[in-house]
C-alpha cells in the first residue's frame, strides 16, 4: 500500500488549496478514504472521510462548509478541496486508508496559512 499526498503550500487566510492523494497497491475503490491532519503540538485530528463509491462524506465541525472530500476511482486518487482557510488549518495533511485491519498514511503535506 501506498499513499502519496500533494498539493500543500503556503497561502493567505481566505484562500484555498486542493490536495490530492494517489493511491496505490490495493483495490482502492473498494475502501473508504480518510483524510486527518496534525498542527504542532497538537495529536492528529480527522478532517474528512468518504466511502468507497463516494457517496457518503464526513467532515470534522471545524471544516464543514469549508472543506469538501471527493475521489476519481478511475485515477485512484482522493481529493481534498481547502476554501475560506484559516491559520488555524495550519499542520500536515495525511492521507489514510484502512486495509486489512491496519492503517496505511501518506507522508503528509504541509499546508500553511498565514498572511
Known amino acids: 500500500v501506498q499513499l502519496v499526498e500533494s498539493g500543500g503550500g503556503l497561502v493567505q487566510p481566505g484562500g484555498s488549496l486542493r490536495l490530492s492523494c494517489a493511491a496505490s497497491?490495493?483495490?482502492?475503490?473498494?475502501?473508504?478514504m480518510r483524510w486527518y491532519r496534525q498542527a504542532p503540538g497538537k495529536e492528529r485530528e480527522l478532517v474528512a472521510s468518504?466511502?468507497?463509491?463516494?457517496?457518503?462524506?464526513n467532515y470534522a465541525d471545524s471544516v464543514k462548509g469549508r472543506f469538501t472530500i471527493s475521489r476519481d476511482n478511475a485515477k485512484n486518487t482522493v481529493y481534498l478541496r481547502m476554501n475560506s482557510l484559516k491559520p488555524e488549518d495550519t499542520a500536515v495533511y495525511y492521507c489514510?486508508?484502512?486495509?486489512?485491519?491496519?492503517?496505511?498514511w501518506g507522508q503528509g503535506t504541509q499546508v500553511t496559512v498565514s498572511s
Open positions: 489514510n486508508v484502512r486495509w486489512r485491519a491496519q492503517d496505511y
Open positions: 468518504i466511502s468507497n463509491a463516494g457517496g457518503s462524506t
Open positions: 497497491g490495493f483495490s482502492f475503490s473498494s475502501y473508504g
